[in-house]
């Protein structure tokens, strides 16, 4: 079974940091694209951040550079985002997406095929 399983998401408040984790599984993870979106209530699903199939390549929306960073380990499958200086309007649902590509594919969410459950990060005031 194909599948990304996302972890990591909480309450926190504006400032702190959190770490999300997601490990894929059926699928040749190494060799393909990996991002993070995220929705929040009413809003469409946004592209934060997504790598490379080697990680040498990483891009972020305008509004998390600086704060987010992406990262992966082919050799457990896993892809993370660290999130540092949180603020309230973070908050919102984050999906591990996998572009079963290892071409570079835009940060926008039609061009991703594999998608995890989501986990929710909520960031107070």
């Known amino acids: 079974q194909v599948q990304l399983v996302e972890s990591g998401g909480g309450s926190v408040q504006a400032g702190e940091s959190v770490r999300l984790s997601c490990t894929g599984s059926?699928?040749?993870?190494?060799?393909?694209?990996m991002g993070w979106f995220r929705q929040a209530p009413g809003k469409e699903r946004e592209g934060v951040s997504e790598i490379s199939w080697s990680g040498g390549t990483r891009d972020y929306a305008n509004s998390v550079k600086g704060r987010f960073t992406i990262s992966r380990d082919n050799a457990k499958n896993t892809v993370y985002l660290q999130m540092n200086s949180l603020k309230p309007e973070d908050t919102a649902m984050y999906y591990c997406a996998g572009a079963l590509t290892s071409a570079a594919v835009p940060l926008d969410k039609q061009w991703w095929k594999l998608w995890g459950q989501g986990t929710q990060v909520t960031v107070s005031s």
């Open positions: 059926g699928l040749t993870f190494a060799d393909d694209a």
